[in-house]
């Protein structure tokens, strides 16, 4: 199909384009952008007028719950409401059921994501077998099957010899490894933020020094094996402080926080709300504050939904026995516009830690418009405002700390592949 997006207000951050201008797609690649020629003859016309322009979307967490969680969600509601975000590709950890820790599961996933044609997958193969811990996968099978790095989920690796070794592998690869900072047994049990609030509350909490000890147990197998690794869902200022640090040492790593932690605090809870039970927790507004300023000076490389569908017997629970977890495929964009209002950041760099960026820790061909790139669109009018219901989002899950909110933002179209995966008509 040849389509043309007119019009419309075109923002790659990786170019470094503002314009106003069209974007001519044919044969699944973008040919034409800004000026199109008169002699291109499109089958079908987007008008883009009071439209923002952009690269897809690029998730560095998004759980599709397949295989094993059929219950909680499916790959095609999950690849319904990614598109219907504006999510054109995505990376979902490796804690399905079986655990994706075998070459034959990693192909399985992607081959039924090809035949649903919409958001582009890339699987995050497991660390360990069965993420126990213990035993390190067969990284190169699994790259060969099609995993864009690896990842321990949310589990712990305790052990840090093998920690060490696993780390050792990957560089010899030269895989990414994408670790989720907390230590094991501080953050045991814990389901809120370890303060004040927490205490008033009668909930267990995870402090601060479990995301913190991690990090440096981390830092330091980085500096023996020269491994790189992506740190998930940085949650507190002090973790951002000793990133920031070892950054600056030359370390190569880089990290990105959950969409739901730059606006949320513990005191978002409220009276048990289980929407808001979230891994990692919601922390204090000083650590709210402290990811807001680490976005805009660079020490945050990358917002992820941090998607995770939890079906209604899990989660309409008390507080401390539901699941933790929240939908977020379609709220990564308006919450991240939110912030950039707020900030005061232009929509250059807020696109920027959604688009190319995340694209290139996890060094798949996404996040940008270049010409002859694969044509992946997503088009969006940031002053239309939603209602964030059950019935607005396509996703299984529908679990929100953010039910009930208006929220300026909306994809109108999503282009994956050169073909429309997403338009108002769908």
């Known amino acids: 199909m040849r389509l043309l997006i007119k019009g419309g207000r075109i923002i790659d951050p990786l170019q470094q384009l503002d314009r106003v201008g069209d974007v001519a797609i044919a044969a699944d690649r973008i040919v034409a952008l800004g000026k199109v020629t008169g002699d291109f003859s499109a089958d079908r016309v987007i008008d883009a007028t009071g439209c923002i322009v952009a690269p897809g979307l690029v998730d560095l967490s998004a759980r599709l719950r397949e295989p094993g969680y059929e219950y909680r969600a499916t790959l095609e509601s999950e690849m319904a409401a990614a598109v219907a975000g504006g999510v054109t590709s995505l990376a979902c950890p490796p804690d399905t059921d079986p655990v994706l820790d075998e070459p034959a599961l990693v192909e399985m996933l992607k081959h039924r994501a090809r035949q649903l044609n919409q958001a582009n997958v890339y699987p995050l193969g497991a660390l360990t077998k069965n993420l126990e811990g213990e035993v390190i996968t067969e990284m190169a099978e699994l790259a060969e099957a099609g995993c864009m790095g690896f990842s321990q989920a949310d589990a712990v690796v305790t052990n840090t010899q093998t920690l060490m070794r696993a780390l050792q592998y990957a560089q010899t690869f030269g895989q990414t490894v994408h670790l989720r900072p907390q230590d094991a047994f501080l953050g045991k049990g814990g389901v809120a933020h370890g303060g ?231």
């Open 196 to 426: 004040a609030y927490a205490s008033r509350m009668g909930l267990s909490g995870v402090p601060v020094m479990a995301e913190t000890i991690a990090l440096m147990t981390i830092f330091e197998l980085v500096r023996a094996t020269g491994a790189r690794v992506h740190l998930c869902r940085i949650s507190s200022a002090k973790g951002l402080d000793l990133i920031r640090q070892a950054k600056r040492d030359g370390l190569p790593i880089t990290c990105d926080v959950g969409v739901h932690h730059i606006h949320l605090i513990d005191l978002d809870i409220g009276f048990f709300d289980p929407n808001a039970r979230l891994t990692p927790p919601l922390r204090e507004d000083r650590d709210r504050k402290a990811i807001r300023a680490a976005l805009l000076d660079g020490t945050v490389d990358a917002i992820c939904s941090d998607h995770t569908p939890v079906d209604d017997d899990a989660k309409l629970l008390p507080f401390g026995e539901a699941d933790p977890g929240a939908t977020g495929l379609e709220l990564l964009l308006p919450l991240t516009l939110k912030w950039a209002r707020e900030a005061g950041c232009d929509w250059m760099q807020a696109l920027s830690l959604i688009t190319h960026k995340p694209a290139a820790i996890l060094n798949c061909p996404a996040g940008d418009l270049r010409v002859g790139r694969v044509a992946d669109v997503c088009v969006f009018n940031p002053e239309d405002d939603w209602k964030v219901t059950p019935a607005a989002l396509k996703s299984q899950g529908k679990h929100t700390p953010y039910a009930g909110y208006t929220l300026l933002g909306r994809n109108h179209f999503t282009v994956v592949s050169g073909s429309v995966a997403y338009s108002p008509d769908f």
